[in-house]
């Protein structure tokens, strides 16, 4: 009953906007053959998602941040118009290069861009190097990783975040994961120092065989998990 409900502070009402909105955009796979003879397979070489977001935000309202729609929580979409673009290009079985940008339509520049490259040096031995920039945050961050996998059982990934733009150039994030190989599960624990805060946090992680997204991330990056094709 309307008795049991409870008024919103005003603080919050003055933010609380009318928003709708949509997306529309297309999905793009290249495939070709790699290998000789027998060995001969078909493989992915290039992806290309290009998509558009509209929406009739109040004019008033901007949100400090480029557009996105998200497809899962429709409403905590962010009401800017807004053009992206996600770009993979498999070089070969051992190397892969990322790029995304995303064209914000209401300010006319690009809100927010990145660019990778992830090595496969052996079965053991892989890294990571990116770039990406922030327009409304003056960001400029660069990643470094690398994971190498100690034996059958125990893996070790470190990464390292340095933003070249804030504050003349700041450590962000620094992170050491270990990772315990079970029999159908993964057990991980993750220490991470913030610079930005002075913080330092301990993780533990365990996700069952099969779920690669629950693996070691940070905020813009985690490596690609166990899989036949990577």
Excluded: C
Excluded at 14 to 29: A, P
């Amino acid at each position: 009953s309307p008795d049991n409900l409870f008024p919103l502070s005003p603080g919050i009402e003055e933010h609380i906007t009318r928003l709708s909105g949509g997306t529309f955009g297309v999905r793009q796979r290249w495939q070709t053959k790699r290998g000789q003879g027998k060995s001969e397979r078909t493989v992915d070489w290039m992806e290309l998602d290009v998509f558009a977001g509209v929406f009739d935000a109040n004019e008033n309202f901007h949100p400090p941040a480029d557009g996105r729609y998200f497809m899962s929580r429709p409403e905590y979409s962010m009401g800017s118009n807004f053009i992206s673009a996600d770009y993979t290009w498999h070089i070969s079985d051992s190397t892969t290069f990322v790029a995304d940008v995303n064209y914000d339509i209401d300010d006319k520049k690009i809100g927010r861009s990145g660019v990778g490259l992830e090595v496969q040096r052996s079965p053991r031995f892989s890294y990571f190097l990116g770039l990406r920039t922030i327009s409304d945050l003056s960001a400029a961050i660069g990643t470094y990783a690398i994971r190498y996998r100690i034996s059958q059982k125990y893996e070790i990934a470190f990464v390292e975040q340095y933003d070249f733009d804030y504050d003349a150039g700041t450590n962000l994030k620094t992170s050491l994961a270990l990772t315990r190989k079970f029999p159908r599960w993964y057990f991980q624990v993750v220490g991470s120092y913030d610079a930005r805060w002075d913080d330092f946090t301990i993780m533990f992680n365990l996700w069952p065989e099969g779920i690669p997204e629950a693996g070691f991330k940070t905020d813009t990056f985690y490596f690609r998990e166990r899989s036949e094709k990577n």
